[in-house]
C-alpha cells in the first residue's frame, strides 16, 4: 500500500536509470516543479519503489543491466495494482521497431537522450495531466457503480422506448427534465414532432436522415455525436444519441434511444479552442515584440544607412538646381544627375521597404520560399549591425535547393537572431576579423534543408545544453532571454529542429532545419 495522500501521488515522480549523470540531469530539470521525485538505478529497485510509492509517472531508462526497461515496464502493466502508473521510456536507441515495442508494451511516449529540458518538462507535465484526468475518471467510474441502481432510476441521459411506428413507449425521468414534456405526454406520442423537428419549422430535420428512422427502417445500430432535438418550449439542444433496434424474428419492432445533452460541453470545448486561439495569439505577439526589439537594437544603424542615400539625394539636388540657372541648359549632366537622385531614393526605398517587411505582424500564411533568397535577405538586414561593428558576414550556400514551405517573416527573424548573437560573441575577441559565416545545405537523407550559422567567439557556458532553450535565461547584460526560446519554438512549429555544437577551434555553430516541400 502507498503512504501517499492523492495530492503527492498526482505529483510523484520515479526516476528510472543506472547512469547516475542521467538521473543527475533529469534531477536538475525536474526539480523545484512541484513534483515528488523518486530514483532507482535499477529495475529490481524500480519495481520495489514503485509498488510502494504508487507514482503517476515513471521515467523509465530502457538499457539497464539485469532488468532492463522493457521488462519493468511489462510487469508494472501486468499488474493490476500498478498497471495505471504512465511509462514514459528514456532510450537513446531511435529505431522505429524499438519504440513500437515499448508502446506495445503499454508505454506512452518516449524522451530521447541526450536529455532537452523543455521536451521532459513539457512531456512529464502532459502525461501527468492525462494521469490526473484518467485517475479522475476512474473515480468517477467507482463513484458510478457504486451508485449503479440508483443510477439506473435517475439516470442522467435520457431514455425513450420507440416502437415500430416511431411512438414512444418508455421515457425515465432524465429524458422529461431534458425535453421538457411529462411522461404522460411523451408515451404514446411520435417522437419525430415532439423531439426531432421544430415545431415552429418542421422543416429544419429531415425524417429519413435521423439515427432513428436508419435503426427502424434497417435494423442496423446508429450513432451520432452531434444531433440536434428540441424542448417542449421550442428551444433546441445539442445531444450524441444513439439507437439500437429490437429485434423479434429478424424484424425491427422498435428501438431503444439514449441520448445526452451535450450543450455544457460544447459551451466548455468553444471556450477551451478561444483559450488555445488566446494563447497562439499571444505567442504571435511575443514573436513580434521580439522581431521590434531587435529593430530597436539595429535602429541607430539603419539610421546611418538611410542617411547616406538622402545626403547624396540632397547633394544631386543642389547639383540639378546649379545646372537649371546654366545658361546653356546642360540637358546630358542634369539628366545624369537626376537619374543618380533615382537610383539614392531606390536604394534608401530598399532598406525601408525590407525594415517594414521585417517588423511587420502579418497572418501566420506559409508559402513556398527559395531559402538562399530568403537568407540572402536575412544577410543584408545584418550588414546594418556587420559594418557598424567592423566585421563581415560570409555566405557559403548551396545551389539547387529545394524549395521551402515556411513563414518567410517568422525563418528570417530566426536567422537574424542566431547572426547577430554570433557576431555579438565575436565582438571582443581576437577572432573578431574572421566574420560570421551562414550556410546552406540539403540533408538528402531526411528531405531537410539545413542553416549554419557559425562564429569564432568566446563559446558557450558548460551547462548550455540545460539552459541555453529556456525562456528568459540569458547571460547577456540586456535583453529578455527569450530570443532563442522563440527561435526554438518558431523551428519546431514548422516542422524542424534547432540545435547548437560548440565549433572545435572555439566559438559555436547553430543549425536550423526545415522539410522541403
Known amino acids: 500500500m502507498s503512504d501517499n495522500s492523492p495530492a503527492q501521488a498526482d505529483s510523484c515522480i520515479l526516476l528510472v536509470d543506472d547512469n547516475p549523470t542521467n538521473l543527475q540531469v533529469l534531477l536538475q530539470t525536474l526539480n523545484g516543479r512541484g513534483y515528488k521525485l523518486l530514483i532507482a538505478k535499477n529495475g529490481e529497485s524500480a519495481l520495489r519503489i514503485a509498488h510502494k510509492a504508487m507514482p503517476a509517472v515513471v521515467l523509465l531508462d530502457i538499457m539497464m543491466p539485469g532488468i532492463d526497461g522493457y521488462e519493468v515496464c511489462r510487469q508494472l502493466k501486468g499488474n493490476p495494482l500498478t498497471e495505471k502508473i504512465t511509462v514514459i521510456f528514456l532510450s537513446a536507441l531511435d529505431d522505429t521497431k524499438d519504440k513500437v515495442k515499448g508502446l506495445g ?12 529540458s523543455d521536451e521532459v518538462i513539457a512531456r512529464v507535465e502532459t502525461q501527468l495531466k492525462i494521469h490526473r484526468l484518467e485517475a479522475a475518471l476512474s473515480a468517477r467510474n467507482r463513484q458510478l457503480e457504486a451508485d449503479n441502481q440508483r443510477i439506473l432510476e435517475a439516470m442522467g441521459e435520457g431514455i425513450l422506448g420507440i416502437d415500430a411506428q416511431r411512438r414512444i413507449t418508455f421515457a425515465n425521468p432524465s429524458a422529461c427534465t431534458l425535453s421538457g414534456w411529462s411522461e404522460s405526454e411523451l408515451i404514446g406520442a411520435d417522437i419525430f414532432p415532439l423531439l426531432l ?5 418542421p422543416e429544419t430535420q429531415s425524417l429519413e436522415s435521423s439515427p432513428l428512422h436508419i435503426t427502424l427502417t434497417k435494423g442496423s445500430s446508429q450513432r451520432k455525436e452531434d444531433e440536434t432535438f428540441w424542448k417542449k418550449n421550442g428551444e433546441s439542444f445539442s445531444v450524441i444519441v444513439s439507437c439500437n433496434p429490437i429485434m423479434e424474428d429478424n424484424q425491427c419492432n422498435g428501438a431503444v434511444m439514449l441520448f445526452r445533452d451535450i450543450s455544457r460541453e460544447k459551451q466548455q470545448q468553444a471556450k477551451l479552442q478561444q483559450a488555445l486561439d488566446d494563447a497562439e ?7 513580434h515584440i521580439s522581431r521590434l526589439s531587435t529593430m530597436g537594437e539595429m535602429a541607430a544603424g539603419f539610421a546611418h544607412e538611410v ?3 538622402l545626403t547624396a539625394i540632397s547633394n544631386y539636388a543642389q547639383v540639378c538646381s546649379r545646372f537649371l540657372k546654366q545658361e546653356p541648359l546642360d540637358k546630358e549632366s542634369l539628366t545624369e544627375a537626376l537619374d543618380k537622385i533615382g537610383v539614392q531614393a531606390r536604394r534608401a526605398g530598399d532598406i525601408i521597404a525590407r525594415i517594414r517587411s521585417f517588423v511587420k505582424k502579418p497572418q501566420h500564411v506559409l508559402e513556398a520560399v527559395d531559402c538562399n533568397k530568403l537568407i540572402s535577405d536575412v544577410v543584408r538586414l545584418a550588414e546594418v549591425d556587420a559594418r557598424n561593428n567592423s566585421m563581415e558576414i560570409h555566405t557559403h550556400l548551396a545551389e539547387d535547393l529545394p524549395q521551402l514551405n515556411v513563414d518567410p517573416v517568422q525563418i528570417q527573424q530566426v536567422a537574424l537572431n542566431l547572426i547577430r548573437n554570433g557576431m555579438e ?10 566574420g560570421v559565416t551562414v550556410e546552406t545545405c540539403l540533408l538528402k537523407d531526411n528531405h531537410m534543408v539545413e542553416v549554419s550559422v557559425i562564429d569564432r567567439g568566446h563559446g558557450l557556458a558548460e551547462d548550455a545544453e540545460e539552459k541555453l532553450f529556456t525562456p528568459f535565461y540569458t547571460t547577456k547584460n540586456s535583453g529578455m532571454g527569450i530570443g532563442l526560446s522563440i527561435c526554438e519554438t518558431i523551428i519546431s512549429s514548422h516542422g524542424g529542429k534547432l540545435g547548437f555544437e560548440r565549433h572545435p577551434e572555439g566559438g559555436t555553430i547553430f543549425r536550423f532545419s526545415l522539410p522541403t516541400l
Open 307 to 309: 542617411n547616406q542615400p
Open 425 to 434: 560573441a565575436m565582438q571582443a575577441t581576437e577572432n573578431r576579423a574572421l
Open 105 to 116: 508494451l503499454g508505454a506512452v511516449d518516449f524522451i530521447s537522450k541526450p536529455f532537452q
Open 197 to 201: 423537428s421544430n415545431a415552429s419549422d
Open 281 to 287: 495569439h499571444q505567442k504571435e505577439k511575443l514573436t
